[in-house]
């Protein structure tokens, strides 16, 4: 992301708390110079952190308009005491500090679960972002919100409209507890197109789910998951209306960008695994079944050790609960059959052991007839690396 992609009128600063246990910035703070349309998607877990509920009740109070954005990583904020008094005081004193409504700081943080969070170390840091605020910090807060993620995560589109150019940009982050059924950990993205915010939120709902609701590594729902998207309108650009379509599908491109990243650096992965079903009675049908396809760990586990086991494909997509005919199934691998109408297709083994090894795996499932259902996910292989990094994770 070099500063010229970036959307106008944003800036952008981190610093170090003292939340991590090793001293690398672990706070981050997203400024838009005027209140910004706003929309956002959280966690469908049951439980949910302090700062997923306050973010919830500040979008609600403030009619979708947003003027910051707090991140903190080290401490999930979640499922403790103090839980929703430090979310509510920490960004309090934001918005005493940059002249904002309260309701228009939405909070979010990620780490840890049930570890108490000391509001000091966030509350005697805010000064010290905010005289730090710039407009290039973008990349900045990409690294400052990592967990156990080995790389940052970002994007940015340019998109030329009748009336002029207009830029988006977005950092997210996630690398394990990635099974989202709204959006998946943290994300952010910005936008200085002029942007209703009724019609931002619908847009984000849809590039929602062919994204962020299309990924997977390990089957957990994260407590915290954010994705927020804000439009400042600072170009001066506003769509028209038959240049909404183009404005979104770029939104869309952000996000799926953003998503893959993710996946590619799924905790232990070496391989991002592309599942596409297609011939399904629906489009959600399909969802279902390349969904339980990615999640399953005996798929994931064989594409880890290059093994072109088909069968646990197929299992797998029977038991998604959707109808379908197992004697019209062909599953392709690396662009190669191997199954053909539910049995196996000859196919050199030795050959497709030397392309599953590669980075980038697809798999096909097709089902032959009348429908027209199709989706793809993506997942990652499952390594004997993510149960290293998850059994020392709050070690």
């Known amino acids: 992301m070099r500063p010229f992609d970036l959307p106008l009128g944003f800036k952008y600063s981190t610093t170090y708390a003292g939340i991590r246990k090793t001293e690398k910035d672990d706070l981050a703070l997203i400024v838009s110079g005027v209140p910004a349309a706003a929309a956002a998607v959280f966690t469908t877990n049951r439980v949910q952190a302090s700062p997923v509920r306050l973010a919830r009740a500040n979008m609600r109070a ?40 309260p309701n228009q700081v939405l909070p979010a943080s990620t780490g840890v679960i049930g570890i108490e969070l000391d509001e000091n170390l966030i509350l005697s840091k805010l ?9 290039t910090g973008l990349p900045e807060v990409a690294r400052a919100i990592l967990t156990t993620d080995l790389q940052p995560k970002g994007a940015s589109r340019e998109v030329t409209l009748r009336r002029g150019i207009v830029r988006l ?15 998946t950990t943290l994300a952010f993205a910005m936008t200085d197109a002029v942007i209703p915010q009724t019609l931002l939120r619908r847009m984000l709902m849809r590039a929602t789910e062919v ?16 994705l927020i998207v804000l439009a400042n309108g600072a170009s001066g650009v506003r769509p028209d209306p038959k240049e909404m379509s183009v404005f979104e599908e770029s939104l869309t491109e952000l996000l799926q960008s953003l998503a893959r990243q993710i996946v590619r650096d799924g905790e232990g992965a070496r391989k991002l695994i592309a599942v596409e079903v297609h011939g399904a009675i629906s489009d959600a049908a399909a969802g279902q079944i390349a969904r ?28 998604a609960g959707v109808n379908f005919d197992p004697t019209q199934v062909d599953i392709t691998l690396q662009d190669i059959k191997v199954c053909r109408n539910g049995l196996a297709a000859p196919f050199d083994e030795a050959d497709m052991k030397i392309r599953l090894d590669d980075t980038d795996v697809s798999i096909v499932f097709r089902i ?7 989706a793809t996910f993506w997942t990652c292989d499952l390594t004997e690396d993510y149960v290293h990094i998850n059994a020392n994770y709050r070690s």
């Open 211 to 226: 994204s962020f609701n299309r990924i997977s590594v390990d089957g957990d729902t994260s407590t915290n998951d954010t």
């Open 292 to 319: 339980t396809i990615s999640n399953s760990p005996l798929v994931k586990t064989a594409i880890a050790g290059s093994d072109p086991n088909w069968g646990r494909i197929l299992c797998a997509a029977g038991y």
């Open 368 to 374: 032959a007839g009348k429908g027209k259902g199709s």
């Open 127 to 135: 000064q010290t972002l905010c005289d730090g605020l710039n407009d």
């Open 169 to 183: 940009a977005g950092v997210s982050k996630g690398s394990g507890m990635i099974h989202p059924r709204m959006a």
């Open 62 to 101: 403030s009619k979708g308009v947003c003027g910051a954005i707090l991140i903190n990583a080290g401490n999930a904020n979640c499922a403790t005491k103090s839980g929703d008094r430090v979310a509510a005081s920490t960004t309090k004193a934001l918005a005493k500090i940059l002249k904002l409504l």
